[in-house]
Antibody, heavy 117, light 107 residues
Framework: EVQLVESGGGLVQPGRSLKLSCAAS????????MAWVRQAPKKGLEWVAT????????YYPDSVKGRFTISRDNAKSSLYLQMNSLKSEDTATYYC??????????WGQGTLVTVSS | DIQMTQSPASLSASPEEIVTITCQAS??????LAWYQQKPGKSPQLLIY???SLADGIPSRFSGSRSGTQYSLKISRLQVEDTGIYYC?????????FGAGTKLELK
């Protein structure tokens, strides 16, 4: 059974940093691109980052480029999102997703990040 | 960035009815279009990928189609469990962009 379990969310002050983790199981992690997608409270979905199977290629939208870093550890079947210089508009539930959101995509249950003073 | 204009924003339908949700892309995206369903309090689930391909485990009541830069999701024989918000997603180019969502309620 495919499982993606996010962790690391919580309350953080503006300007501070937070690192999210996603533990994967039930599939060969190293064979899949992985992604992060977020959803602000009562809002729609926003793609945040994608990483290639080896980790050599990463992609971001302008809204987080330079502040967020996606990474992975294939030996640990784990995905990460380092978030720096956090802003109130980064408040959202962050989902870890298998694949590049196309065929075979599977999402975790999400972890809530609240940026507030 | 590619804009995905999704309509309607909401709709209400009865069980066994047929509903259609559409997304208009602001430029050619080929078949790089996916549809997701998000049930209340849950994470999104892939329904359709490559515009017309049914994801694993998804009932055949769901189908996707394409006409130029307009994409449609059709749900036949609506069931109560189809309640939720539906999103389209273009994967043609970065940044990937979602439609604003369609909230489907069953009468």
């Amino acid at each position: 059974e495919v499982q993606l379990v996010e962790s690391g969310g919580g309350l953080v002050q503006p300007g501070r940093s937070l690192k999210l983790s996603c533990a994967a199981s039930g599939f060969t992690f190293s064979n899949y691109y992985m992604a992060w997608v977020r959803q602000a409270p009562k809002k729609g979905l926003e793609w945040v980052a994608t990483i290639s199977t080896s980790g050599s290629r990463t992609y971001y939208p302008d809204s987080v480029k330079g502040r967020f870093t996606i990474s992975r550890d294939n030996a640990k079947s784990s995905l990460y999102l380092q978030m720096n210089s956090l802003k109130s508009e980064d408040t959202a539930t962050y989902y870890c997703a298998r694949g590049a959101l196309g065929a075979g995509a599977y999402w975790g249950q999400g972890t809530l990040v609240t940026v507030s003073s | 960035d590619i804009q995905m204009t999704q309509s309607p924003a909401s709709l209400s339908a009865s069980p066994e009815e047929i509903v259609t949700i559409t997304c208009q892309a602001s430029q050619d995206i080929g078949n790089w279009l996916a549809w997701y369903q998000q049930k209340p309090g849950k994470s999104p689930q892939l329904l359709i990928y490559s515009a017309t391909s049914l994801a694993d485990g998804i009932p055949s009541r769901f189908s996707g189609s394409r006409s130029g830069t307009q994409y449609s999701l059709k749900i036949s024989r609506l069931q109560v469990e189809d309640t939720g918000i539906y999103y389209c997603l273009q994967r043609y180019s970065n940044p990937y962009t979602f439609g604003a969502g369609t909230k489907l309620e069953l009468k």
